[in-house]
């Protein structure tokens, strides 16, 4: 299994999105996923929760277990954010409390259905910035109310090559995405969480910047003098028709 260590800044927040401190967090990531049997997680779990009961938490779990329990009655929330470099083959990274113990996240919030994976994305890039660029999930916002459940999305990464009037090459990324969300359910052993699943597509994209040159900026000058005239006289003929028409009757009055 490869392996890959990130680092990520965390900050705190009160219930009314304030800064109250920062955390910096280091964990693993997994860049390949084996299968899992759920006979023998099963089989895991029940020896893990025989030997819970009979050697019980630890000082520090049940201090963290106190701390979040606190933070969660103050209605606080978190700010995630750093880099993650990961290899250009299809992959996935979540935000989720799968690095917890079971057992302790049961503590914690007695129950799958408790865990708020409520979200506000405020920048996602595959790559540096270029101008124009549209990342589609900047300032994507989901609130849940009254339930809980798993948010995934589907992100279909384009490398891209910019290429500026400077010749300089920008190799960065585009990408396209689609959500999906699913419910948490009374029959369901997972827990809620955050999936960023990603997949690169074969074909590169590149954009060029251009300056056009002064042969076609005359073609376009003279383009629009001639649509200018050509409308004018357009105009010119459609009233001197109108007026035509308006003042032919009164002439005719004048022999009787």
Same mark, same amino acid.
């Given at each position: ?79 995630? !954010?750093?880099?993650?470099?990961? *290899? ?17 996240? *049961? ?54 090559? !910019? ?11 585009? +990408?396209?995405?689609?959500? !999906? +969300? ?75």
């Amino acid at each position: 299994m490869l392996l890959t260590r990130i680092e990520f800044l965390q900050l705190r927040l009160n219930s009314h999105g304030h800064i109250t401190g920062t955390e910096y967090l280091s964990d693993l990531v997994e860049k390949e996923h084996e299968a899992h049997n759920h006979d023998h997680d099963k089989d895991h779990h029940k020896d893990s929760h025989e030997e819970q009961h009979t050697h019980g938490f630890d000082d520090a779990a049940e201090t963290m277990i106190k701390k979040v329990k606190q933070a969660l009655a103050n209605e606080e929330g978190c700010r995630v !954010y750093g880099v993650l470099d990961v *290899q250009r083959v299809a992959g996935n990274f979540h935000i989720s409390v799968h690095g917890l113990n079971i057992f302790v996240a *049961q503590m914690i919030f007695d129950g799958a259905k408790h865990v708020n994976v409520s979200h506000i994305i405020h920048d996602l890039s595959f790559g540096p910035k270029y101008p124009g660029i549209h990342n589609p999930l900047d300032g994507t916002a989901r609130i849940l109310r009254e339930t809980s459940g798993t948010f995934k999305y589907y992100i279909k990464i384009v490398p891209t090559e !910019y290429r500026y009037i400077s010749k300089d090459v920008l190799p960065t990324n585009q +990408f396209s995405v689609t959500e !999906y +969300f699913s419910p948490i359910t009374d029959f369901d052993r997972t827990w809620p969480a955050v999936y960023f699943l990603y997949d690169l597509s074969p074909i590169t994209v590149t954009i060029k910047e251009e300056r056009r040159s002064f042969l076609h900026f005359i073609t376009r000058l003279c383009a629009i003098l001639g649509g200018t005239f050509a409308l004018t006289g357009m105009l010119d003929r459609w009233m001197y028709r109108l007026l035509e028409a308006l003042t032919k009757p009164n002439r005719g009055s004048g022999f009787l």
